[in-house]
């Protein structure tokens, strides 16, 4: 048993310690707020019943204050910055235009929709700053 436990152990090392090694891993999970009054207190269930943004790995799902269907949005490369992350956005090619016709899909960010910053503040929050589709900070569901 203890040989199968030490198996396990080193097959999950590499998987564990890349996740720590990734700049974003901190943002991995739910967050509310943004665009809505963050969920504070009470059960974790509530904070997670409608999430604002979910960050894993490799996607962001988002929803805005007029669209609450989530927007997937695949992430190309994060970069570490001195207060949080900028998060380079793959271009999403709409049917029927052009490569990289984002209308509806990105942050409400300004300039650049393929570019998102996040800034990590005090207590746990986060914010998108810049973002007029985000204009609140937000906080996480594991926080609860």
Known sequence: MRRFLLAVAV????????????????????????????????????????????????IILHTTLLDPLYQQRIIETVRATPNG????????????GPLGATAGVGFGCGGDPNLLRVQRLEGGEIAFP???DFPSPLVSCAGH
């Open 85 to 96: 992350v900028e998060i380079r956005l793959r271009p999403v090619q709409r049917s029927g």
């Open 11 to 58: 097959l999950f090392a590499p998987l564990a310690a890349s996740a720590q090694s990734e700049p974003h891993a901190w943002l991995y999970g739910a967050w509310s707020g943004g665009h809505t009054p963050p969920v504070r207190g009470g059960p974790p269930a509530t904070c997670l019943a409608q999430p604002s943004v979910i960050f894993t790995r490799d």
């Open 130 to 132: 810049g973002c007029v």
